[in-house]
């Protein structure tokens, strides 16, 4: 069974320009998170979403980050018009189920710099 | 808004030995998780263990046991027999029963020294 797998691994843009960040949860899972990690710092939460529903967004910043979780294909954290605060790695977390004791499990992240 | 403390930025210990992590967090609930993640230097988040609130037995995995002190609101990770592969970054997390996110502390960076 695959893990979460996320692309790309790494990713370079320049202020301003856009960036797109997909993510595949493990076969069975239809719950995914979105963390950001900035450097020296853990895991802050962002946003949670469920096929077609986004659950909690409390973490999103109000403007530039949206997200989207389609029935069809990945999770996309969306950055638009990037600027260098955004330069981070970004976590992807699936569980199989809402709340309650399901582990997340983790893919490797994607780690963004704004030049 | 729970909150997750780690007061140790870093850590080192002498392979072999045994080392304890500390944390510590703020909730209303009373329903909850609580997890220790390792973060080794290929950013990979890895589960390490995890304790159920409702749970007075301390959670163990191998070398890898806590001490979960519900009234205190202390969840401390002991790493027993440390390897060179030990080191990495340790997060402490929390997690209610009845919402999906999860809350890190900032880490502990650990260095098993050979």
Known sequence: ?115 | AQTVTQSQPEMSVQEAETVTLSCTYDTSENNYYLFWYKQPPSRQMILVIRQEAYKQQNATENRFSVNFQKAAKSFSLKISDSQLGDTAMYFCAFKNTNAGKSTFGDGTTLTVKP
């Open chain 1, 1 to 115: 069974n695959a893990g979460v797998m996320q692309n790309p691994r790494h990713l370079v843009r320049r202020r301003g320009q856009e960036a797109r960040l997909r993510c595949s949860p493990m076969k069975g899972h239809s719950h995914v998170y979105w963390y950001r990690q900035l450097p020296e710092e853990g895991l802050k939460f962002m946003v949670y979403l469920q096929k077609e529903n986004i659950i909690d967004e409390s973490g999103m910043p109000k403007e530039r980050f949206s997200a989207e979780f389609p029935k069809e294909g990945p999770s996309i954290l969306r950055i638009q018009q990037v600027v260098r605060g955004d330069s981070a790695a970004y976590f992807c977390a699936s569980s199989p189920g809402p709340f309650g004791a399901y582990e997340q499990y983790f893919g490797p992240g994607t780690r963004l710099t704004v030049t």
